[in-house]
């Protein structure tokens, strides 16, 4: 069985420091891996994906995520946060069934503070 | 241009009525998916189509019943709509199905039933 965990409800960070937002997974097999960002009663808006390769994987609007097979995370960071990067941000996992079924985690939401 | 759009925006209806939403993608993508955001913001798959074709229904009760006229357009149709169907709805294409593929969402329908 997939699943994503995402053990940050709400990250606080200070505009100008560096973000973290953490995600975990768990999957049997190679995992696909994506960030998506949701802004108030917007959908959600595609990040960055892992799929093989590099671990570290560069996005949309200076964020990256690393992902680490040993650790089964994948955790999107940024190296100076913006007031306009506060949103909720759902980090999700796919593998290859043959079908586009992506498991999301429930969701962190960030607060960028000017 | 809008990618994926959905209609209405809002959606409120009483207890045991029929309503549908109607999604449209332009992105010339081969699959659609709808999903359901709850109000704790977790994120499911309910259906995947890959051109008019059903892949993925999750267990959801069969009150639901999507229709995928063509390629670009599926529809989700709910009967006898109850307060616990009360939800975001997304629906998002991606340009194949495949689990490296990400999905494109439309803006949501906020579904209230009262």
């Known amino acids: 069985a997939q699943s994503v965990a995402q053990p940050e409800d709400q990250v606080n960070v200070a505009e100008g420091n560096p973000l973290t937002v953490k995600c975990t997974y768990s999957?049997?097999?190679?995992?696909?891996l994506f960030w998506y960002v949701q802004y108030p009663n917007r959908g959600l808006q595609f990040l960055l994906k892992y799929i093989t390769g590099d671990n570290l994987v560069k996005g949309s609007y200076g964020f990256e995520a690393e992902f680490n097979k040993s650790q089964t995370s994948f955790h999107l960071k940024k190296p100076s946060a913006l007031v306009s990067d506060s949103a909720l941000y759902f980090c999700a996992v796919s593998t290859l069934t043959g079908a586009n079924n992506l498991f999301f985690g429930t969701g962190t939401r960030l607060t960028v503070i000017p | 241009d809008t990618a994926v759009s959905q209609t209405p925006k809002y959606l409120v209806t009483q207890m045991g009525n029929d309503k549908s939403i109607k999604c449209e993608q332009n992105l010339g993508h081969d699959t659609m998916y709808w999903y359901k955001q709850d109000s704790k913001k977790f994120l499911k798959i309910m259906f995947s189509?890959?051109?008019?074709?059903?892949?993925i229904n999750e267990t959801v009760p069969n009150r639901f019943s999507p229709k995928s006229p063509d390629k670009a357009h599926l529809n989700l149709h709910i009967n006898s709509l109850e307060l616990g169907d009360s939800a975001v709805y997304f629906c998002?294409?991606?340009?194949?199905?495949?689990?490296?593929?990400?999905?494109?969402f439309g803006q949501g329908t906020r579904l209230t039933v009262v």
């Open positions: 998002a294409s991606s340009r194949v199905t495949g689990a490296a593929t990400e999905a494109f």
């Open positions: 999957v049997s097999g190679n995992p696909y």
């Open positions: 189509y890959n051109n008019k074709e059903l892949i």
